[in-house]
Nanobody, 126 residues
């Protein structure tokens, strides 16, 4: 059974930092790319960042460029999202998702991903 488990969310003040983790099991980690998404109630899920398992290439939403950094540790089968300079508008439930790296896809199209975690809440107070 494939599982993606997010952790590291919490409550932080504006300007603070958090590091989210996405631990994968039940899949061949090197065969899957990982994306981070976030969702606020009543709004569509938004692509935040992405990392390629084969090339290490990364992508970021314009809203988080320069503040968030995605990284991967294949030995631990874990992808991290380091978030700095947090703003109240970053408040959301954050999800990680996995997609077969051989698939043709656009990184921030959530419907193309194969597996999803349960999400972790990030709240940034003003």
């Amino acid at each position: 059974e494939v599982q993606l488990v997010e952790s590291g969310g919490g409550l932080v003040q504006t300007g603070g930092s958090l590091r989210l983790s996405c631990a994968a099991s039940g899949l061949s980690f090197d065969d899957y790319d990982i994306g981070w998404f976030r969702q606020v109630p009543g709004r569509e899920r938004e692509g935040v960042s992405y990392i390629s398992s084969s090339s290490g290439d990364t992508n970021y939403a314009d809203s988080v460029k320069g503040r968030f950094t995605i990284s991967s540790d294949s030995a631990k089968k874990t992808v991290y999202l380091q978030m700095t300079g947090l703003k109240p508008e970053d408040t959301a439930v954050y999800y990680c998702a996995a997609i077969d790296r051989m698939s043709a896809f656009t990184w921030d199209y959530d419907f193309t991903y194969d597996y999803w975690g349960q999400g972790t809440q990030v709240t940034v107070s003003s």
